[in-house]
């Protein structure tokens, strides 16, 4: 038996050569001694792999029409458990794969593996990273349900404010000048065909650099990168010390491989995909577009944001940030890799996880949208049942104040808790505050009557820490 | 140097050059002649105007004076399999008698749709708390200018807006 299975595959060798062409890639020698942190890249690419595939399942039932996708989806989420188990591999797939990428590149830009001669490794990567974040863009826009229409609006809005391009820029994002019966399909194609022919195209290219450039070596302290005499330096260091690839750092690939696919099928069995919100109609107006968990951060950039520097933080960031990325190994591709001689590179990861995982918190929060479900303050906050408070706790509720202010933790976080106000203004300060308006409050003056104000004010003074 | 001889396998320079010019002229064309239309019909979209057309939106008599209530229209040029999406909503605000003015629903920031808070007669934004007052004028929050205003006519005994695109 097993002489057959050799002959065979010395036939299919002889004839197809795909054994002699796949074993170079195999065995070719890596520095020695690779640890843990360089399986991130193979865990990006599996998470890539996850998504073609459940992709492709799922493509069988979901229909990219506007007015049939949200049934398709509804079936495929709540009548077919294995179209279900299917969205959420794909939901979690794209999770681990922004979550990879990003450690993936953290990881190089600590080792300052970016650095001669691997700069289109990194460039190429930049790029990459780009598309995984379109994906997941385009790919919550297909789950078309309210959330998603209200996105595809907010996000062409944001394209809307690219000088000169912006308005046909945001015109192509909707499919014309208004939401229509293309737009799905357009975001369909792009998600399904544009962005992965494009990305395997160029993680093909990535990929054969690292073939070709060779992995990394680890950084050490005081060995410097010098394009001189670096590719000697390695070549050197892979017929001294070199390993093959297969199986010596590729157990560890392997395992990480297959951690990340039990994880994701763990995942969504466990935790399921993301739920489907109302139908994707634009007349339903109570939606609260967000964006899925790892742009949440983004989101908040933009309500944190100064109106006036809102533009650049929409059109020129991501610009700069792009050139920034792509550009890094043009003028930084030598000198020391390891961290340690390198603490500007510490400082900038250091800093850049604190204010995305700063910015993440707070777009959990959100504590600058108004509450639109808060409940009337019940009388044991507000110390009576009946009288002139009780009446002015309604109006507070009532006039959409508890939507932004809470009180005895009733109530929005837009503005200031007013649990104890009484103790910080009296009632001139609160009728000038009511009346005029605030920084980021509204003025009331034209819609208060003066026995609601009264009533208002005087609710708002029995506000007291005592 | 010899020159080449009629019946030489070598094409003569003039010839390869030809040839050399000639196909890669045809392979353009034909890489044009496979894009252009693709690249065009995909790009179309973002430089196709849409008409402007007037729709009833309702009754005179069913808007309330001081009012602002929510009205739903067909948008311009639907496609035949378009379903609910193509249908809008905007706020509708009878001033007076023979006065009305209708918002879009967009706010003015990222195009969030703003809720209408009839006692409070404020319209808020669910993403980034922008504020708007009954004109539609800025109150509070992160909103650059007003809510976008559609045209509004009266014919007969209805109120007509005419569509307009998303305002960006």
Request: hydrophobic share 45%; with cysteine.
């Amino acid at each position: 038996m097993i002489e057959r299975v050799k002959k065979i595959r010395a036939w299919l060798d002889d004839r197809g050569g795909l054994l002699k062409m796949a074993a170079p890639l195999l065995e070719h020698p890596v520095p020695p001694r690779l640890g843990w942190m360089y399986v991130l890249g193979s865990m990006t690419l599996i998470a890539l792999v996850i998504q073609i595939f459940t992709g492709i399942a799922l493509a069988t039932m979901y229909i990219p029409s506007v007015s049939q996708a949200y049934e398709t989806l509804q079936f495929l989420t709540n009548e077919d458990a294995t179209g279900r188990l299917l969205r959420g591999m794909h939901y979690w797939g794209a999770s681990a794969m922004v979550l990879c990428v990003g450690m993936h590149m953290m990881q190089v830009f600590l080792a300052g593996a970016y650095k001669y001669p691997r700069e289109l490794n990194w460039i190429s990567g930049v790029i990459l990273l780009f598309l995984i974040l379109a994906l997941g863009f385009t790919g919550q826009l297909l789950r078309w349900d309210q959330n998603a229409v209200w996105s595809v609006i907010v996000g062409a809005k944001q394209a809307g404010k690219i000088p000169v391009v912006g308005d046909a820029l945001a015109r192509f994002i909707l499919g014309g000048e208004n939401m229509g019966g293309t737009t799905l399909s357009r975001f369909f194609s792009i998600h399904v065909f544009i962005l992965p022919a494009t990305m395997i195209l160029l993680l093909s290219y990535h990929l054969y650099l690292v073939i070709r450039n060779g992995i990394s070596e680890p950084p050490k302290v005081g060995r410097p990168v010098d394009p001189k005499k670096y590719k000697e330096w390695y070549h050197g260091l892979l017929q001294k010390e070199g390993v093959p690839f297969w199986p010596d750092p590729a157990w560890r690939d392997l395992i990480a491989c297959a951690g990340v696919i039990i994880s994701v099928a763990l995942l969504a069995w466990f935790l399921g995909p993301p739920e489907l919100g109302s139908p994707p109609d634009p007349t339903l107006i109570d939606a609260d577009p967000r964006p899925d968990w790892y742009l949440i951060w983004y989101f908040a950039l933009l309500a944190l944001t100064p109106p006036a520097l809102e533009n650049v933080v929409i059109v020129a960031a991501p610009a700069v940030l792009g050139i920034v990325l792509l550009a890094l190994p043009i003028f930084f591709n030598h000198g020391e890799r390891h961290p340690l001689r390198r603490p500007w590179s510490v400082a900038i990861v250091l800093l850049t996880s604190l204010t995305i995982g700063t910015l993440w918190l707070k777009g959990q929060e959100s504590h600058w949208s108004p509450d639109f479900d808060t409940k009337p303050l019940p009388a044991s906050a507000i110390g009576a049942e009946s009288g002139p408070a009780f009446e002015g706790a309604r109006i507070f509720h009532e006039r959409g104040c508890q939507y932004c202010h809470a009180i005895e933790g009733y109530g929005g976080k837009r503005g200031p808790d007013l649990s104890t106000i009484g103790d910080r203004l009296d009632a001139a300060q609160l009728n000038l505050r009511i009346l005029n308006g605030a920084n980021n409050m509204p003025a009331y003056a034209s819609s208060l009557s003066q026995s609601d104000l009264d009533f208002l004010v005087n609710f708002l003074l029995t506000r007291k820490s005592q | 140097m010899t020159e080449p001889q009629a019946g030489d396998s070598v094409p003569v320079p003039g010839r390869r050059r030809f040839l050399y010019i000639f196909s890669s002229a045809l392979a353009a064309l034909a890489g044009l002649v496979l894009g252009l239309p693709i690249v065009s019909f995909f790009v179309s979209p973002a430089y196709r105007k849409q008409a402007r057309e007037w729709r009833p939106v309702g009754k005179v008599d069913g808007f309330k004076i001081g009012e602002t209530v929510e009205v739903k229209f067909l948008e311009s040029d639907p496609l035949p399999w378009v379903g609910q999406v193509g249908t809008s909503a905007a706020w509708l605000r009878r001033v007076a008698a023979d006065e009305f003015i209708v918002f879009a629903i967009n706010c003015t920031h990222l195009g969030c749709p703003v809720r209408w808070l009839a006692k409070a007669e404020l319209f808020m934004c669910p993403c980034h708390g922008g504020v708007f007052y009954k004109d539609g004028t800025v109150a509070a929050g992160p909103p650059p200018r007003p809510l976008h205003r559609y045209d509004v006519r009266i014919l007969g005994d209805q109120v007509e807006i005419r569509t307009s695109p998303v305002p960006l």
